[in-house]
């Protein structure tokens, strides 16, 4: 891993702010295209979901190559505009395949962004504060995610479905001027002559290394159960509880405010390994039985209460489990790693997605909730000693 001499603080700070702005727009385009595409029934709002997480299986290995092979000044710029660009144009009255040709699009662009961004955060901290940092960003995306659904709902319900979308738009745009405007840049070294860049040296490395392997099979069991929630949750709350565009925002809140609070905490503190590791492990196996909650929840501010606590658990992963990765993994891999990550956790989340709506419509949407949380927590229960076993191998050798 890449060695820094000094943690940059204020720039990782501004990295965050700039980065959670953007977040920011992005809660206002999946909530607008999510409120107005329910009324096409469960398909329809899984069919977004898909499409919107295929980019980051596809072009995994191309997203990560190109963040390791090409300077943060050259990518950043490229993929904000023409991300910005297809933002804009959902805004307008299309029909249904070119508002998920463009969702497409703009996402294919984020999943180069993603890890372009992540190479930067190890090049800016020292080792020992890489979850520091990573908890620092939790905070400020957390702040974006706070007030993301809130605000989408309220703009939803006053304006339509126009203003949502122009803002991510310009957000997008805007993320194009950030490197220079705060002078970060990570300038890949040239290859030697003869060498050739690998594309699939992220998921070799992920597979060959026994934490990461663990980890990320961990987190793809609990993925698969538990994506059904994003697709139902709609659902359940405004058809059967009765909810509005509002309150359906604020419920989104909940889960933001315990990311926040619990990101806000881990970069403040700085605990040993070991404790980051328990931590996570009790993060994991809460998250886990939030589907189980929200399916027995009586009305949405019981929900709320289990996404406040499930956005907790949600912070340890991003923290934690996130600064472990960045840690064992060469920096000249990282990109790929980070794209190979993503690539496998969205595979279980489209798997899920595209069969949840079917069930959902079987099932009911209160069963299928109850069902999915149980099997993630018995995820949890069967992969979670493996993690906790080979982090304890790198925590004892160093």
């Known amino acids: 891993m890449l060695e820094t001499a000094k943690t940059q603080w204020s720039k990782i700070q501004a990295m965050a702010i700039a980065r959670a702005f953007s977040l920011l727009g992005s809660e206002l385009t999946i909530f607008t295209l999510v409120f107005r595409e329910k009324n096409q029934g469960p398909a329809a709002v899984a069919a977004l979901f898909i499409v919107g997480t295929l980019p980051m299986i596809l072009f995994a290995p191309w997203a990560g190559t190109i963040a390791d092979r090409f ?4 990518v950043i710029p490229i993929a904000s505009v023409i991300g910005g660009a297809t933002i804009f144009a959902q805004s307008q009255q299309l029909p249904n395949y ?4 463009l969702l497409f699009i703009a996402n294919t662009c984020a999943s180069v962004v993603g890890p372009t961004w992540g190479k930067l955060t190890p ?3 020292k080792k020992e504060d890489i979850s520091r940092a990573m908890g620092t960003i939790q905070s400020y995306f957390s702040i974006a995610g706070l007030f993301g659904p809130a605000l989408a709902g309220f703009l939803v319900a006053k304006t339509g479905f126009v203003l949502t979308f122009m803002i991510d738009g310009f957000l997008t745009s805007f993320i194009a001027l950030v490197p220079f405007l705060i002078n970060v840049n990570h ?5 030697e002559p003869g060498d050739k860049t690998s594309v699939a040296a992220g998921f070799k490395f ?7 392997r663990s980890l990320v099979i961990l987190v793809f069991g609990m993925v698969l159960c538990m994506s059904v929630v994003n697709v139902g949750d709609v659902f359940l709350l405004t058809d059967i509880m009765g909810a509005d565009s509002f309150i359906y925002g604020l419920v989104g809140t909940g889960f933001a405010l315990g990311t926040l609070l619990f990101s806000a905490f881990t970069g403040s503190r700085k605990v040993s390994p070991k404790t980051e590791l328990v931590i996570l492990g009790f993060g994991m196996s809460i998250l886990s039985l939030s589907g189980f909650g929200v399916g027995i929840a009586p009305n949405y501010w019981f929900i709320m209460v289990v996404w406040f606590i499930a956005g907790m658990g949600n912070a340890t992963i991003n923290s934690y489990g996130v600064g472990m990765m960045i840690k064992i993994t060469p920096h000249e891999v ?3 790693v980070f794209a190979a990550f993503g690539a496998i956790i969205s595979i279980a989340s489209i798997g899920s997605m595209s069969v949840a709506g079917y069930l959902i419509g079987v099932f009911g949407v209160r069963n299928v909730f109850v069902i999915a949380g149980s099997l993630a927590f018995i995820a949890f229960l069967i992969l979670f000693p493996t993690v906790y076993k080979e982090q304890l191998k ?3 050798a160093e």
């Open 71 to 74: 300077s943060t000044r050259t």
């Open 98 to 101: 070119l508002i998920l040709t």
């Open 123 to 125: 090049t800016l901290a």
């Open 187 to 191: 300038k890949p070294q040239p290859l």
């Open 206 to 212: 992920m597979m060959d290394s026994p934490l990461l």
């Open 334 to 336: 990282q990109g790929r």
């Open 394 to 396: 790198i925590i004892k």
